[in-house]
């Protein structure tokens, strides 16, 4: 069965550094990756999609994401957070259907 | 352009008594998401529609849980009756049905639903 998994449930830094959410998918057919984000009392808003071509995907806000499809990973990145990125992060990914969410990492950014 | 519209934004009632969610897709869309968000579980499909056809329900928890989406542009989500463990936020999404499933989805505001 289609899954996803967020390996980290918290993350907490401080403003100008470095971020890097895990997600890995298990698929074994074309998938399409997905990584939204939810602001506190929001609802999920897209940051950004891969579904082919180059591997590193360029979304809003700064954000960016790697597809490694050997690992089955699709990792989101940002080089220098704020403290108006703190939400939850949402790694999806849809194969012959629906899309699966992953469980969510709630990202806490201190001034 | 408007979004995905979802009323009410909050409800609060006491445990037996019928839910009705709504939802008001974003036109054009032809594929509808109702999601149900709690800390403990997350972010959980209960089901979609396809051109108003529901096509995978297995995410419903229970009997008690009903959604209907009579046309392209309304859908409901009841629940009858109402327990408080079905305290959440509701949320409905909806996107094009693109062959490859590359189609984003877009989200409502959500339902926060609280029963006593």
């Known amino acids: 069965a289609q899954s996803v998994s967020q390996h980290n449930h918290h993350v907490i830094l401080s403003e100008a550094a470095s971020l890097e959410l895990g997600c890995n998918y298990s698929y074994g057919g074309t998938v399409n990756l997905f990584w939204y984000v939810q602001y506190p009392g929001q609802h999920l808003q897209l940051l950004l999609k891969?579904?082919?071509?180059?591997?590193l995907v360029k979304g809003i806000k700064g954000f960016e994401a790697e597809f490694i499809k050997s690992k089955f990973s699709f990792n989101l990145r940002k080089p220098s957070v704020q403290w108006s990125d703190t939400a939850e992060y949402f790694c999806a990914a849809r194969g012959f259907q629906k899309l699966v969410f992953g469980t969510g990492t709630r990202l806490l950014v201190s001034p | 352009d408007a979004g995905v519209i979802q009323s009410p934004r909050h409800e609060v009632t006491e445990m037996g008594q019928e839910v009705t969610l709504r939802c008001k897709p974003i036109?054009?869309?032809?594929?509808l998401f109702w999601y149900r968000q709690t800390m403990m579980r997350g972010l959980e499909l209960l089901i979609y529609?396809?051109?108003?056809?529901?096509?995978?329900d297995s995410g419903m928890p229970e009997d008690r849980f009903s959604a209907k989406m009579p046309n392209a542009s309304f859908s409901t989500l009841k629940i009858q009756p109402s327990e408080p463990r079905d305290s959440a936020v509701y949320f409905c999404a909806s996107s094009l049905t693109g062959n490859l499933g590359n189609q984003p989805q877009h989200f409502g505001d959500g339902t926060r639903l609280s029963i006593l």
């Open positions: 891969y579904f082919s071509g180059d591997p």
């Open positions: 529609f396809n051109n108003n056809v529901p096509i995978d």
């Open positions: 036109s054009g869309h032809n594929s």
